[in-house]
């Protein structure tokens, strides 16, 4: 309703409708999507040297309209810790501009200011109704669509609210941690209303389906979910397998953004996560050398992500350093969206070393997980056993559930890291709910090779015994 008051940000929302309904259509050849980009990131320079006190300074010297595509590895990064030094400094609008305030969260570091205002929202929610889209209209028009965020500071609730709305889905916002709220109340809102699709992490999925069980409630029999849209997490296939199993629905991994960035990756119908390149340009750069990393012959890039906004809002970002690694795979025919597909690997330093071999959290999490099914809650250990690694897989089941053939699970992680893996049952407590807040390593991961925990660790201890 905003628009109607303000002519401008409405003509801006009618040509982000238009050009999304062609390039989603797949009316874009990759020659004028590479000249869009290429007038918009020299428009995202000049506009944030102009109005950024810190681009100002960090940019100075670059001649904006001079950038190609090919040029911008010239272009310095923006880092988390420039973020976090510079403040409101990084802004191009004051915040009295933005039309709402959110900041990160702060868990492990210093929160910073994240306002966003109408080019911002109307900007990345254009594309996440454009590509929910493809999966919402399979579910008729009867949807009613629960929203379960992490805080009431993040653009979680506001962003998939508006965009529900432009989809015409009525929308719940349900904050299981808040206490006025809780999961009871939480539970049923979802039987009562009832409750169609679910945008929530992975975590809270797997805890709302414990705490319905424990309530005597059978996911599957007693709720009408058909759509689990997750994000805040790592989400391998094995995990949504599983999470889509305990509820019988499609879990699909919704959304790869943050507080600082925003949008970066969005689901299709397919299931693919696919990236928005109307909003940002993408690059893959070597993690410790941050040099760029060029396609194999399978057309895929794996490295660090980095991203600069093409959209000018409060707080545009120049080949920002996102601390990801990822899997950036060229577009195919016939997919939901005409666009590249991301593989969120996880963070860079959450990488793994067992059994001499690196491995990310995507990866390791899809092995562990690739044969249990039905499981409400999970975490791993690593020893060092006789100078030689070994993992435990802890799975919390339900009350009897046939065990998991740990003879299959062995063999799978033998043959992909020669590591033995040994299968626990219990419960596993508050920590693992902390994936979204600290890092998806402090919560799944116990790595007994290490002296003390670490500082992320120590944080999700910390709120977990606040949530317990």
């Not at 990759?30 to 944030?48: C, F, G, M, N, P």
């Not at 028009?141 to 965009?163: C, L, N, R, Y």
């Not at 599957?220 to 997490?233: A, H, K, P």
Request: charged share 20%; glycine share 8%; net charge negative.
């Amino acid at each position: 309703m905003f628009t109607l008051f303000d002519e401008e940000i409405a003509h801006v929302g009618r040509e982000l409708r238009d050009r999304f309904a062609s390039f989603t259509a797949g009316e874009w050849p990759d020659a004028e999507l590479a000249e869009y980009q290429t007038l918009r990131l020299r428009e995202t320079v000049a506009y944030v040297q102009q109005n950024s006190p810190f681009y100002r300074r960090h940019l100075a010297g670059l001649e904006a309209a001079d950038l190609t595509l090919d040029s911008l590895p010239g272009v310095p990064f923006t880092t988390k810790d420039d973020l976090r030094g510079a403040m409101s400094e990084v802004l191009s609008r004051p915040i009295p501009r933005a039309w709402i305030f959110y900041e990160t969260t702060g868990t492990t570091g210093t929160s910073t200011p994240c306002p966003r205002d109408n080019v911002d929202s109307l900007s990345n929610n254009m594309a996440l109704t454009f590509y929910y889209g493809t999966i919402f209209k399979n579910h008729g028009d009867s949807q009613v669509i629960g929203v379960s965020g992490p805080t009431e500071m993040h653009a979680f609730g506001d962003t998939f609210g508006d965009v529900c709305r432009n989809l015409r889905l009525a929308v719940a916002k349900m904050w299981p941690h808040s206490p006025m709220v809780g999961y009871s109340r939480a539970l049923h809102a979802m039987r009562t209303l009832p409750i169609t699709g679910l945008f929530c992490t992975p975590g809270m999925a797997l805890t709302l389906a414990k705490k319905a069980l424990s309530a005597g409630l059978d996911p599957v029999r007693d709720f009408s979910l058909n759509v689990i849209m997750c994000t805040g997490e790592l989400a391998s296939r094995s995990l949504l397998d599983n999470i889509g199993v305990i509820w019988g629905a499609r879990a699909y991994n919704a959304l790869y953004a943050s507080q600082e960035a925003s949008v970066l990756g969005a689901a299709g119908a397919d299931g693919g996560l696919y990236t928005a390149p109307l909003l940002n340009v993408y690059e893959v750069v070597d993690p410790a050398t941050g040099s760029p990393v060029r396609s194999g012959e399978d057309g895929v890039r794996t490295g660090e992500l980095v991203v600069t906004s093409l959209y000018q809002g409060s707080k545009p970002l120049v080949r920002y350093r996102t601390g990801d690694l990822v899997r950036l795979i060229r577009k195919q025919p016939s997919r939901s969206v005409p666009a590249d597909t991301l593989q969120v690997l996880g963070r860079a330093k959450d990488e793994q070393i067992v059994g001499g071999h690196r491995i990310s959290g995507l990866d390791l999490e899809n092995l562990l997980l690739r044969r249990p099914r039905g499981f409400l809650d999970y975490q791993i250990v690593i020893d060092r056993v006789r100078q030689a690694d070994e993992l435990t897989l802890r799975l919390e089941m339900p009350a009897g559930a046939p065990p998991v053939d740990q003879a299959q699970v062995s063999h799978d992680c033998e043959s992909a890291l020669g590591v033995r893996v040994q299968v626990e049952y219990g419960p596993l407590g508050a920590v693992t709910t902390t994936g979204a807040m600290v890092s998806w390593k402090a919560a799944r991961i116990i790595d007994r090779r290490l002296a003390e925990p670490d500082t992320e660790q120590l944080a999700a201890i910390a709120i977990a015994a606040g949530r317990s």
